[in-house]
């Protein structure tokens, strides 16, 4: 017997001056008045697929058992697939575009257990257009696996292996430095990089780095009030990754950082870099 799910969690690129995301509301409660809808984001940068699986990876473990809806599409009306993915032996399902919008949140719930391509004209709903996939396919999907109905119903299943892969970039050590990318850049300002605490475990409370426009000293610190006017800091962040961060300020707006920049960690000798001073602070073990 199919399983049946009372929660929807959708993110998209949609944004909230047009109607898509209340319509897209609409059609689950129409399908499955039952279920309840949990907007993550509607905020990513329009056809950044990148962005937008880099905010389901960072969220999928607080959702809530359920469909998960994701909608990047960028390729909306081609010959991309619409795919729904279960995970953890169906807890949940990923429902959205096939363009590695949702790979990078598969993997993080521990890989796919089965995936079809949707495509059943019964589960999808009649348009005069096929540049609203989110309305017309994915919505739908949602609802009938919010109602019971099986995966398996929705299309022919697929190889998880077929599906694309998402593209997270990872740092990479050059010359005794190591070498990072600005993964997100969050409301406040800060500047998530692609590395954690481990991988610069010995180096000291102090890293230089060589940023897009300026060379400046980092203190390794647990909170934001640790740094004083002007220090520039690398935070642990609630995801375990470091992030450059000013106190109370924005960082990538001052220091001219956005996603995709490249940021060169340095080590420092023990009396290198700017003068000033430091609180050692320890950092906790990154979260698995």
Do not use: K
Not at 117 to 132: H, K, M, N, Q, S
């Amino acid at each position: 017997m199919a399983r049946r799910y009372d929660t929807v969690t959708f993110l998209s690129d949609y944004g909230l001056a047009d109607e898509f995301v209340g319509v897209v509301h609409c059609v689950v409660r129409d399908l499955a008045p039952h279920a309840r809808v949990i907007d993550l984001t509607h905020q990513i940068g329009r056809h950044d697929v990148r962005a937008g699986a880099l905010a389901l990876a960072r969220a999928i473990q607080y959702v809530p058992t359920g469909v998960v809806l994701a909608v990047v599409d960028p390729g909306v009306g081609t010959d991309r697939r619409g795919i729904a993915v279960e995970v953890a032996g169906g807890e949940g399902v990923l429902v959205g575009p096939d363009n590695g919008l949702l790979a990078p949140a598969v993997a993080m719930a521990g890989g796919a257990t089965r995936a079809v391509v949707l495509g059943r004209p019964e589960y999808i709903l009649p348009a005069p257009g096929a540049t609203f996939a989110g309305r017309d396919v994915f919505a739908p999907a949602a609802a009938h696996l919010c109602n019971g109905v099986a995966l398996e119903d929705l299309g022919d299943e697929v190889d998880p292996i077929s599906l694309l892969p998402g593209i997270i970039p990872v740092a990479r050590e050059e010359a005794g430095d190591l070498v990072t990318e600005v993964l997100w850049v969050d409301h406040f300002g800060n500047a998530q990089l692609n590395v954690g605490p481990d991988d610069v475990e010995g180096w000291g409370s102090r890293i230089s780095l060589r940023l897009p426009h300026s060379t400046r000293t980092a203190t390794m610190t647990s909170t934001f009030a640790e740094l004083g006017p002007g220090a520039v800091g690398l935070v642990l962040d609630s995801y375990g990754l470091l992030a450059v961060s000013l106190n109370q300020r924005s960082a990538a707006e001052e220091l001219g950082l956005a996603p995709g920049d490249a940021v060169r960690l340095v080590r420092l000798d023990d009396d290198a870099g700017e003068a000033a001073v430091v609180t050692p602070v320890a950092l906790p073990l990154r979260r698995q």
